[in-house]
């Protein structure tokens, strides 16, 4: 038998192809990730499929009131009332005018779900305050988001390391069990190289599945779910980025498999002590990170925050200004309307209301969106605990399903809607009329963008949180192998 | 159970077994015996000490975080909707048009129980407002503001009860007989004369014995937790009963299901492999693939198409083809025959307040149209759920922990239905005042004052009964109870193979 490292290689590869619990395992492993993608595909596509018929009804909207604007100039106004003048600013900043902020899916979301079956992927901008938006989540099933959904990031977190366990607990154990390691050793061969490659190779077969199941599932997706194309929106970047994590999460499974395997006990005793470190680090750290992140970093409920908002309904209309006062309140935020803003139209003074009461709910507001991003940032931090949590938010951020894109959604979900608001107002407090020209100038809702580059800095911090420990476990683990002969129990 | 060998087989001479004759009572000092032997054997186990800690310990964080989150968001609740209450009250004068437009907010109430079984509570929205015109869906779904950290890792004590203590039972029972097999000494307690039915039903209470250890306290802590809580009353102690009798029958089928194919498999080594398989699928996939199912079966509409068929109709009619002014007119023309006058002056109500309340009555069909469709397809899929519990028995333990617990999804339609009735209780006062109270033209400027809002009764909601609560949960109770059958009929049939 040869001892080059390569030639092992080879021959347990020969050898591991015709082995049946092998292919079974692959086998049992496609079937999941078949059903877990045509999960994630399903739910991806019926996102764009709403967003497009949102975009569309948008457009149509769009063009009546440009038509209709077209018929006022040329001073036919049949059917149109106070209330549904588009020439109104006032009027013209509502539901006649809404954009919708789409955060459209990504070109991996079908890969992994994450938190977007919960948050909304469409808001209604108006020039209403965003803090009495009506319900935007999608309707779904309680009990089917509270089981979950598989997808091929829960597989990958959850299941795939008890593949790779699977094909590896047992490769020294089983070779003292059956009595061919007492064998292997009597021959002229470096028993660590053997076993090593043992293991490599049914490492690497699981891994490997991995990856090409992966790689496989975002390229169906790009060609024929209807996703981003390949080249285009950083989809290859993405995806290497994804396997790279796949990769190195499988690779510390293998690396603990390894390092149990050199303890020299039996075969179920390695099961358990494995299946032991599977729950430790994918059970019961992430239940204990999460009971320590909503305790230590708790979010005011919108229970609260509801009772907040009627509060302050209730403080304003029982002290009621005079108009000017509560004008000048307004202009005090807004100096830029002081020249042409007047206490005698209706319409400004709407305005100035509500800019007062959102003015005493901007505090209450900040320090529950504070708590949340702390809660989030508390909840990033600790997942240097484990790998599973590590590969978790690396897997979601990959994907463009976490709390990470979503933030950048809400960013700019406020930062655009106070520039519409504030394209509107302009004109409501000049008194100007709103005409075709303007209706082109209303400020065009802009695309989240996420560039792959901005996910490198955590993914980076992600990755050594997985390799790390598996590095340092794998090299005890190898180490050790050499003297897996000397003592047998 | 995987040991080194000689331990097992050292422990078969305290056994006193005199005679093999079929001797009811030498038969249950044998059944005893082999049951203090297994609970010696387990709880002397080093992997019994440290798993029972771990499963002990992760319930007792369960339960003592449940408990504190719990009892935060009550108390909230409690008192933001008697704020709620009293701020609809203390109204000040007003047309009541622009009260019922105010309306109030309707938060939903925390079972008792849902410190141990969540359920679908921080899935569901927690407030609606009440306001004229409109049925507002429920907002604010807690999970919403939590990390994904939360939603991947975080468990309450039902989940640990239905997920990890089964775990616990396959890592403790998995080699009761299997490994006994692979070392020998099975055949040599058979030679002994025990009859293969007193080793299995022995090992069973040997077994169970163990696990109790582990789960009294934390069931004696729950029981604790449960009876301070506040507004307890001698129901909440009834669902808790239920609830330990549900997953009693729960582990019952798991120990069933560990020594059915601790029976049938070849060495410890292979039933493990089985069943830590058998487990990842029932519990980390099959429930998964059950949601999935359903919902592709009975799909629900999206947000935005949902509310635009509901602002259709609205505007519209359910036909589509009456719009409001049609309908003003027809309406009109009813009520005036109706009250044989042929004008809106002499009508003895205000035609204005009838007419709003009439279209509020429109609008109320509407919505009861389209969330009653929605409600129809998640009944749909709760019925495919419940069916497919048959391959995934774990689906009908949560159906029916959360109906105890009053966290499951009919819970939540009670409330919300409660809530629409109340918001139409108040249009139809607000309405019913203005018609008889004023006269057209000052409609919308007459002034009521607190008699009126006080006319309303505080919004109080009553829970369903348990019985009504699992009446929507038969199939899932026959499904679970089917299981064990299932499972003990094999045990029966193949413990006469268990000593060879």
Request: with cysteine; charged share 15%.
């Given at each position: 038998m040869s001892h080059h490292l390569g030639a092992l290689v080879a021959r347990e590869g020969r050898l591991l192809r015709r082995d049946r619990t092998a292919w079974l395992s692959v086998a049992i492993l496609v079937a999941l990730a078949i059903v877990a993608f045509a999960n994630g595909t399903s739910w991806a596509r019926f996102q764009r499929n709403t967003q497009r018929t949102l975009r569309a009804e948008e457009a149509m909207r769009f063009d009546s009131a440009h038509a209709r604007l077209v018929r006022l100039a040329r001073g036919d106004s049949t059917g149109i009332t106070g209330a549904t003048d588009p020439r109104s600013p006032a009027v013209a900043g509502r539901a006649a005018n809404a954009r919708w902020l789409l955060?459209?899916?990504?070109?991996?979301?079908?890969?992994?779900?994450?938190?977007?079956?919960?948050?909304?992927?469409?808001?209604?901008?108006?020039?209403?305050?965003?803090?009495?938006?009506?319900?935007?989540?999608?309707?779904?099933?309680?009990?089917?988001?509270?089981?979950?959904?598989?997808?091929?990031?829960?597989?990958?977190?959850?299941?795939?390391?008890?593949?790779?366990?699977?094909?590896?607990?047992?490769?020294?154990?089983?070779?003292?069990?059956?009595?061919?390691?007492?064998?292997?050793?009597?021959?002229?061969?470096?028993?660590?190289?053997?076993?090593?490659?043992?293991?490599?190779?049914?490492?690497?077969?699981?891994?490997?599945a991995a990856v090409l199941i992966s790689i496989t599932a975002a390229l169906v997706e790009s060609t024929l779910g209807g996703g981003a194309a390949l080249a285009a929106s950083g989809m290859l970047s993405r995806l290497a980025l994804w396997c790279t994590v796949v990769i190195a999460y499988g690779t510390f499974w293998f690396a603990a498999a390894v390092a149990v395997n050199a303890l020299r006990r039996s075969s179920a005793v390695n099961a358990v002590m494995l299946l032991g470190l599977w729950f430790a680090l994918v059970v019961v750290t992430p239940a204990l990170v999460s009971n320590v992140v909503s305790v230590a970093y708790p979010v005011p409920s919108r229970i609260s925050l509801a009772t907040a908002v009627r509060d302050a309904q209730q403080q304003l209309a029982t002290r009621v200004p005079s108009r000017a006062d509560a004008l000048g309140e307004f202009l005090a935020e807004h100096p830029q309307y002081r020249a042409r803003a007047d206490t005698a139209d209706a319409q400004t003074m709407a305005l100035a209301n509500a800019a007062r009461l959102d003015a005493r709910l901007r505090p209450v507001f900040a320090v529950f969106d504070r708590r949340v991003r702390a809660q989030q940032d508390a909840a990033d931090v600790l997942r240097f605990l484990s790998p599973a949590l590590a590969a978790h938010g690396a897997l979601l951020d990959v994907a463009g399903t976490g709390n990470r894109r979503w933030r950048t959604f809400e960013d700019t979900w406020i930062a655009y809607h106070a520039r519409f608001t504030a394209f509107f107002f302009e004109r409501v407090v000049s008194h100007r009329t709103m005409t075709v020209d303007d209706l082109a100038a209303?400020?065009?809702?802009?695309?989240?963008?996420?560039?792959?580059?901005?996910?490198?800095?955590?993914?980076?911090?992600?990755l050594a949180a997985i390799l790390l420990p598996g590095l340092l476990i794998g090299i005890w683990g190898m180490r050790r192998l050499a003297h897996v002969t000397t003592v047998a129990i | 159970m995987g040991c080194p060998l000689g331990e097992r087989g050292g422990g078969i001479g305290l056994m006193t077994i005199s005679h093999s004759s079929p001797d009811p009572s030498t038969g249950a000092r044998v059944i005893q015996a082999i049951a203090r032997r297994e609970f010696i054997d387990l709880t002397r186990d080093g992997r019994f000490r440290w798993s029972g800690l771990v499963i002990a310990g992760l319930l007792l964080v369960a339960l003592g975080a449940g408990y504190t989150a719990h009892r935060a968001a009550r108390a909230d609740r409690d008192g933001a909707q008697s704020q709620m209450q009293a701020w609809w009250y203390q109204q000040p004068p007003k047309n009541p048009h622009s009260a019922a437009h105010y309306g109030l907010w309707a938060f939903k109430p925390m079972p008792p129980l849902a410190f141990v079984e969540r359920g679908v509570d921080p899935y569901v929205g927690t407030a609606s407002w009440l306001e004229a015109h409109r049925q507002n869906d429920f907002g604010f779904r807690p999970a919403m503001d939590a990390t994904a950290v939360q939603r991947f890792g975080e468990w309450s004590a039902a989940t640990v009860l239905q997920q990890l203590v089964p775990l616990l039972i396959v890592v403790l029972a998995f080699g009761a007989f299997a490994s006994e097999r692979e070392h020998g000494t099975l055949r040599q307690v058979a030679s002994l004369g025990v009859p293969a039915r007193a080793l299995v039903i022995g090992k069973s209470i040997g077994i169970s014995a163990a696990l109790a250890i582990i789960l009294i306290p934390a069931a004696l802590v729950g029981a604790l937790a449960l009876g301070l809580s506040a507004g307890f009353t001698s129901g909440d102690g009834v669902r808790l009963a239920l609830l330990a009798?549900?997953?009693?029958?729960?582990?019952?089928?798991?120990?069933?299901?560990?020594?059915?194919?601790?029976?049938?498999?070849?060495?410890?080594?292979?039933?493990?492999?089985?069943?830590?398989?058998?487990?990842?699928?029932?519990?980390?996939?099959?429930?998964?693939?059950?949601?999935?199912?359903?919902?592709?079966?009975?799909?629900t509409p999206s947000r935005a198409a949902f509310q635009s068929s509901v602002e259709h109709d609205l505007a519209n009619g359910l036909d589509g083809h009456s719009p409001a002014g049609e309908r003003a007119k027809q309406f009109e023309q009813q009520l005036l025959t109706a009250?044989?006058?042929?004008?809106?002056?002499?009508l003895p109500e205000n035609f204005d307040a009838l007419v709003m309340q009439a279209s509020e009555v429109h609008g109320d069909s509407v919505y009861d149209h389209h969330f009653g469709a929605l409600n129809a397809q998640f009944t749909k899929q709760t019925a495919i759920q419940q069916a497919a519990a048959v391959v995934a028995p774990l689906v009908a333990v949560r159906f029916l922990s959360t109906a105890i617990a009053g966290t499951d999804l009919t819970a939540h339609r009670a409330f919300a239905d409660a809530a629409e009735s109340y918001r139409r209780g108040?249009?139809?006062?607000?309405?019913?005042?203005?018609?008889?109270?004023?006269k057209p033209g000052e409609t919308f400027s007459a002034r009521a004052d607190s008699a009126v809002w006080a006319e309303v009764p505080p919004f109080v909601f009553t829970a369903p009964s348990v019985r009504a609560a699992l009446a929507s949960y038969a199939v899932s109770g026959v499904v679970l109870f089917g299981w064990v059958l299932l499972a003990f009929a094999v045990i029966r049939t193949r413990s006469h193979l268990a000593v060879e």
């Open positions: 955060l459209s899916p990504g070109p991996l979301a079908a890969l992994a779900v994450g938190q977007s079956d919960l948050l909304p992927h469409a808001t209604r901008i108006t020039t209403a305050s965003r803090r009495t938006a009506p319900v935007s989540e999608e309707i779904d099933n309680p009990v089917a988001l509270m089981t979950g959904r598989l997808d091929l990031a829960y597989i990958m977190l959850v299941l795939y390391p008890l593949f790779v366990l699977a094909m590896t607990y047992d490769v020294v154990s089983g070779e003292r069990e059956r009595g061919t390691l007492s064998l292997l050793a009597s021959q002229p061969v470096n028993v660590r190289r053997v076993l090593l490659a043992k293991l490599a190779v049914r490492g690497a077969w699981v891994i490997g209303v400020p065009a809702v802009p695309t989240i963008d996420e560039p792959a580059r901005t996910l490198l800095a955590p993914l980076l911090a992600s | 009798v549900v997953y009693l029958v729960w582990f019952a089928l798991v120990l069933a299901v560990v020594l059915a194919v601790s029976l049938w498999a070849s060495s410890g080594k292979r039933a493990l492999v089985t069943l830590l398989g058998v487990w990842a699928f029932s519990c980390a996939v099959a429930p998964r693939l059950v949601a999935a199912g359903a919902r592709a079966l009975h799909p009250h044989g006058v042929r004008t809106r002056a002499e108040i249009q139809v006062r607000m309405n019913g005042w203005l018609a008889r109270n004023t």
